[in-house]
Nanobody
């Protein structure tokens, strides 16, 4: 069984920055697509972005140019660097690990990000 643990959430003012981390306890971490999702109050969960095993990054249009995903395969870590945060970015952010060949997927417990003055 795998486990994902997010950290780094909190309260930040509009225009500010925040970094999230996700520690993954999964076998063959480097083979997983690692992603970040979020669920805002009253809305469905949406993908923020992901990074695949080759390091290719994909982002939602709403965060392009402001958010950056990175991974450290040696440490089994994935990060989400968020800049120029907006109130609409307020949500619970979830780390996701997905292994396509076996359709194996894991989720973290989520971390709250609140953007407010």
């Amino acid at each position: 069984q795998g486990q994902l643990v997010e950290s780094g959430g909190g309260l930040v003012q509009p225009g500010g920055s925040l970094s999230l981390s996700c520690a993954a306890s999964v076998r063959s971490f480097a083979a997983y697509i690692m992603g970040w999702y979020r669920r805002a109050p009253g809305k469905q969960r949406e993908m923020v972005g992901n990074v695949n095993a080759d390091g290719l990054e994909t982002y939602a249009d709403s965060v392009k140019g402001r958010f950056t995903i990175s991974r450290d395969n040696a440490k089994n870590m994935v990060y989400l660097q968020m800049t120029n945060l907006k109130p609409d970015d307020t949500a619970i952010y979830y780390c996701n690990a997905y292994y396509p060949p076996l359709r194996k997927e894991y989720w973290g417990q989520g971390t709250q990000v609140t953007v407010s003055s």
